[in-house]
């Protein structure tokens, strides 16, 4: 952390567990170094090993698909809900968000199979997708038969709030490039 402060920077990328995290920005305070925090999203894991620690507050955590926590999207409603349905007190994560999105997916590629499901029906289901979000859990989603996926690189969000007690700012519509 030492080295950090006396080189000049400003952000500090962490992509490694919410444990290490935690002894990473207790030895950067220690030394006075605060500087703007990004988690791996992954790295966040289990919230409960990365929140409740006043030192990584305001860490802004990039996500892929939606943002576990949200809820003001209905299919992020429908997580909620369903986490509190079929598994209340789950602790929830980016890996589990994750899963859920693989999961709309395989659903939205299955709306057309028949009885006898082929994989042909299959990977057309896959290719009838054009610029689905899947209800908003992903960014814009085409499959093209015969080509490479069509994904834009988008991110949702999340951003711990002041004292790392709870998430801030979830970031339900994502940015996107091309």
Known sequence: CQGFKDAGVKVLAMTFDAASQKRLVQSCNSVGFRPKLIAYPLGVGNEKQFLGNSNLANTYVPLN?????????????????????????FVSGDAA?????????????SAQLTDKPTTQQFLDGLYSLKATTLGGLSAPLTYKKGGTPRIKYCLFAAI??????????????PACTD
């Open 65 to 89: 698909t939606f943002a576990w926590m949200a809820s003001s999207t209905p299919a992020e409603k429908y997580w909620q809900a369903s986490v509190q349905r079929f598994n209340p007190g």
């Open 97 to 109: 968000g994750l899963g859920w999105t693989a999961g709309a997916l395989l659903v939205a590629a």
């Open 160 to 173: 711990a709030n002041a004292d790392a007690s709870g998430w801030a700012t979830p970031v339900s519509k």
